[in-house]
C-alpha cells in the first residue's frame, strides 16, 4: 500500500485539519468530524444535513457551502457517522425553519440518521428525511436492504441546496429532494479494487483483463464480472440499463453525471463521456446539463459511473442557481 498518509487510523481526523486550512470560510468541529457552513445557521434558512464513510471526496465534505449543504458528517472511511455527529450537526444548523437530512440508502447509515431524527426531533427541531436509492445495479448488495445510495446524492445536494437558499419551507425542499430521487438513476462499472488504509490491501481482487460491472462505491460486487471491453461498449452497458429502469423516454430532458471512481483521468472520463452523450443522442434524450469530473470516489479505485436524471424546468433553474462549495461552484 503506498498513500500520503501518517497513522491510518488517523486518516479522516487529519484530513478534516487540512480542509479547514484549506477552506476558511467553512467551520470545522474536529470533535464531532463535521464541516459546517462558516455562516450557520442561517435564520429562516432550512438547513441541509448530509454525511456518510469518508473515503468518497468530494462528497459530502466538499459539497458544504452556500446553494448546497449547511453541513457534512464525516464517518470513518466506509463507515457512517454516528448519531452524535448527526445530532450535532442538526442542531449547528437549525435556523428555525426545520432540517432535511439527505440519507445515502446504506444500512448504518438509515439507522444512525433515523436515530439523530428522533433525538433532535425530542429537542424541539423538525426534520424530515430523503433517501437516496438510485444504483439499478443490484436491488439487495452488501450494506444495503435495496438499492443503493450513489452519484444522484450528489445532483439532490444541489438541487435541494438551492431550493433552501431561496427560502422555501421544510416541505417544499424536501418535495424537491424527492423529486430528484425517484427521477435519478445510476450504474457503476470498476476496472481496479480500492484500499482502505486500516486494511493495507485491496478490498476484491480483479483480474488484469477483468471488470466489475455494476460495482458499489464501497467495492461491493455488482451485476457481474467481465472481460476488459473498449469504452464505447462499457459506455453501452451503463448507459442502457440505466434508461430503461425508469424508463426514460425520447423527448425527456435530463442532467447527465459522468462522475470518477477516485483513480480514472479526466482524459478517459470524458471519452467516455462523449460515448454516453452519442448514446443519449440516438434515444432522442436531450442532454440539458452535465457534470463530468471526480465528484463520489472509492478512494483509489478506477472506474466510472453514469448518473441521469430527469428534469423539468423548476429543476433547470435549480441547478443553474448560485453554488460555492469546495468542490462545486458558480454564478458566485
Known sequence: MKKLINDPAAVVSEALVGVAAAYPELRVDHASKTIMRGDAPRPGKVGLVSGGGSGHEPMHGGFVG??????ACCGEVFTSPVPDQIVAA?????GGAGVLHIVKNYTGDVLN????????AADGIEVLQV???DDVAVQDSTWTAGRRGVGTTVL????????????RTLREVADVASQVSANGRSMGIA???????VHGRPTFELGDGEMEF???IHGEPGRRRLPIAPAKEIAAMLTEPVLDDLPFSGGDQVIAFLNGLGASPLLELYLMYGEVASILASRGIQVARNLVGSYMTSLDMAG???????VDDDLLRLWDAPVKTPALRWGI
Open 304 to 310: 466510472c459511473s453514469l448518473t441521469l436524471l430527469r
Open 214 to 216: 455494476g460495482v458499489g
Open 90 to 94: 442538526t442542531h449547528a444548523v437549525n
Open 66 to 71: 452556500p446553494g448546497m449543504l449547511d453541513a
Open 113 to 120: 440518521f433515523q436515530m439523530a431524527a428522533e433525538i433532535t
Open 131 to 133: 433517501l437516496v436509492n
Open 191 to 197: 476496472l481496479t479494487s480500492c484500499t482502505v488504509p
Open 156 to 167: 439532490l445536494e444541489k438541487l435541494a441546496g438551492a431550493a433552501a437558499e431561496q427560502g
